[in-house]
């Protein structure tokens, strides 16, 4: 996967970090490459959208769109190249002469969870409210780690108890920022393995009446 880090090792201790990277404060030989790999993406949206010249007038608002641009790539974690070719992709296939908003370019360069492997994000969320519940939590089945990830992002409470309709939104945001995770090559763990059905948890009081009354009757039996 060709990534600014691999390009110049120099890159990883600036863009591996959790805060934001500010473009001027990269190292010259990053920013370089930087430069670099940001005019051969305006080189080909030029290409991919005629009518580019109405977005950018003169040569001044292009080098400022570029700073733009690079920043917002730089605050969105974006520093592998194989998602900027992802986004790319995407725009050549839909239709359209403009060039669109730098967020939804960042849009079109994540990949859907179908394409890393996960569901979608409908069968996600019922996904997540169905191992949600007390009755099976412990012992759900996840069918991909970012299900389980997102569902632990919005917490079990709210998955249970919140409407559908505001549910189904955090579930979305919860679950897009774990997709985006895992194609930046984060290692999220798996989920723990489910329990078997027979496994008794600790505290049930039904199975606590149970195994009381069997205890009770077991005595009755031997004191006759």
């Known amino acids: 996967m060709k990534t600014i880090t691999d390009l110049i090792p120099a890159a990883s201790r600036q863009l591996a970090t959790a805060q934001p990277v500010k473009a001027q404060e990269l190292a010259p030989e990053v920013k370089r490459e930087t430069e670099r790999l940001i005019n051969d993406l305006f080189g080909q949206l030029r ?11 003169s040569e001044d608002l292009y080098r400022k769109a570029k700073a733009t641009w690079t920043q917002a ?21 839909e239709p359209g002469d403009f060039i ?31 191992n949600s519940h007390p009755a099976i939590a412990g012992r759900g089945r996840w069918s991909h780690r970012a299900v389980f990830h997102a569902a632990l992002l919005c917490g079990r409470h709210s998955l249970m108890t919140l409407p559908s309709d505001v549910g189904r939104l955090k579930m979305a945001k ?7 995770r895992l194609a930046r090559g984060e290692d999220l763990p798996e989920p723990a393995p489910a329990l078997s059905a027979d496994v008794h948890r600790k505290g049930d009081p039904a199975k606590a009446s149970a195994a009381l009354a069997a205890m009770r009757a077991a005595v009755g039996g031997a004191r006759a």
């Open 73 to 93: 790539l730089l605050d969105a974690g974006i520093a592998d190249w194989s998602l900027i070719e992802r986004g790319l992709s995407r725009c050549r296939q």
């Open 174 to 180: 919860a679950y897009g920022e774990v997709i985006q």
């Open 47 to 57: 290409s991919i959208y005629p009518a580019w010249k109405q977005a950018w007038t």
């Open 100 to 130: 669109p908003s730098v967020g939804k370019f960042i849009d079109r360069c994540w990949p859907t969870p179908v394409e890393l492997g996960a569901p979608d994000h409908e069968t996600a969320y019922w996904e997540a409210q169905r």
